[in-house]
T-cell receptor
Framework: AQSVTQLGSHVSVSEGALVLLRCNYS??????LFWYVQYPNQGLQLLLK??????LVKGINGFEAEFKKSETSFHLTKPSAHMSDAAEYFC?????????????FGTGTQLKVEL | AAGVIQSPRHLIKEKRETATLKCYPI?????VYWYQQGPGQDPQFLIS???????DKGSIPDRFSAQQFSDYHSELNMSSLELGDSALYFC????????????FGSGTRLTVV
């Protein structure tokens, strides 16, 4: 079965600093990987997705993620944090196995941006 | 662009009552997924439908049922509600298996009192 593990349930950075949110996946087949952002009391918004094309994926709001098969990782980064980036971030995987095509989410990382 | 529409946005029910949540996918999307997100939790997959047939089943209680209709909208029926059913219920839609991504609705917040 496919799964993702997000290291760090809470991450705090200063405004203007690098954002690094970690995600490692476990999958027996090449996965499709996603990052979603959730603002308080709102739905899930897609930031970016990896679907076996380029390993470096650029998303919205200046975020990007790099698929590293050797490390089974798909970490999310942003060069310079903004106050508006404060939210919960979820990594998700869809390995398109016999278990169907649902997304399986990680436990989420709450990003706090401080002045 | 049209998004995934969920109704109602908020719902308050008493224990043992029933609730029906509706989801209208993006036009031409043929697959619908339901997720439950408890307070401070990650979204948990409940059930999905492809072309009006159930395609996958997750941790959906037997008290819950769902279906996808001919116009591709979906309804999640919840009976004998329990306090623990209080959560945010998301619907998502995709074209086929989701190669182009999944679009989530804003969710229905169900509160059972």
């Amino acid at each position: 079965a496919q799964s993702v593990t997000q290291l760090g349930s809470h991450v705090s950075v200063s405004e203007g600093a690098l954002v690094l949110l970690r995600c490692n996946y476990s999958s027996s087949v090449p996965p499709y990987l996603f990052w979603y952002v959730q603002y308080p009391n709102q739905g899930l918004q897609l930031l970016l997705k990896y679907t076996s094309a380029a390993t470096l994926v650029k998303g919205i709001n200046g975020f990007e993620a790099e698929f590293k098969k050797s490390e089974t990782s798909f970490h999310l980064t942003k060069p310079s944090a903004h106050m508006s980036d404060a939210a919960e971030y979820f990594c998700a995987v869809n390995a398109l196995t016999g278990g169907g095509n649902k997304l399986t989410f990680g436990t989420g990382t709450q990003l706090k941006v401080e002045l | 662009a049209a998004g995934v529409i969920q109704s109602p946005r908020h719902l308050i029910k008493e224990k043992r009552e029933t609730a029906t949540l509706k989801c209208y996918p993006i036009p031409r999307h043929d697959t619908v997924y339901w997720y439950q997100q408890g307070p401070g939790q990650d979204p948990q997959f409940l059930i999905s439908f492809y072309e009006k047939m159930q395609s996958d089943k997750g941790s959906i209680p037997d008290r819950f049922s769902a279906q996808q209709f001919s116009d591709y909208h979906s309804e999640l029926n919840m009976s004998s509600l329990e306090l623990g059913d209080s959560a945010l219920y998301f619907c998502a839609s995709s074209l086929g298996r989701g190669d182009y991504g999944y679009t989530f609705g804003s969710g229905t917040r169900l509160t059972v009192v």
